[in-house]
């Protein structure tokens, strides 16, 4: 069992920046695959981006490349999403999510960014 608790977000002026954070509890994080999904109002949820956990491969939606950076810390449980370059397309609940295999089974309850422009 992983329990994923996200905090970070905020409105941000088009052009800035956030960093969101997402902390699992559970002794096995090293070795899920962490992803950064979003949700905007009225839009499925989409992949933003996912940090392997055996070789710390990092996956980018084309939307994102350039922009976001995902990187984990497995001593502090935690992975982070480095967003810059923000645009008022980002604005949407940022999820972070845990894979051990083919699904993502563990999601966290989501936070809301905000890009103004």
């Known amino acids: 069992q992983v329990q994923l608790v996200e905090s970070g977000g905020g409105l941000v002026q088009a052009g800035g920046s956030l960093r969101l954070s997402c902390a699992a509890s559970g002794r096995t994080f090293r070795r899920y695959t962490m992803g950064w999904f979003r949700q905007a109002p009225g839009k499925e949820r989409e992949f933003v981006t996912a940090?392997?956990?055996?070789?710390?491969?990092?996956y980018y939606a084309d939307s994102v490349k350039g922009r976001f950076t995902i990187s984990r810390d497995n001593a502090k449980n935690t992975v982070y999403l480095q967003m810059n370059s923000l645009k008022p397309e980002d604005t949407a609940v940022y999820y972070c999510a845990a894979k051990a295999t083919v699904a993502y089974d563990y999601w966290g309850q989501g936070t809301q960014v905000t890009v103004s422009s």
């Open positions: 940090i392997s956990w055996s070789d710390g491969s990092t």
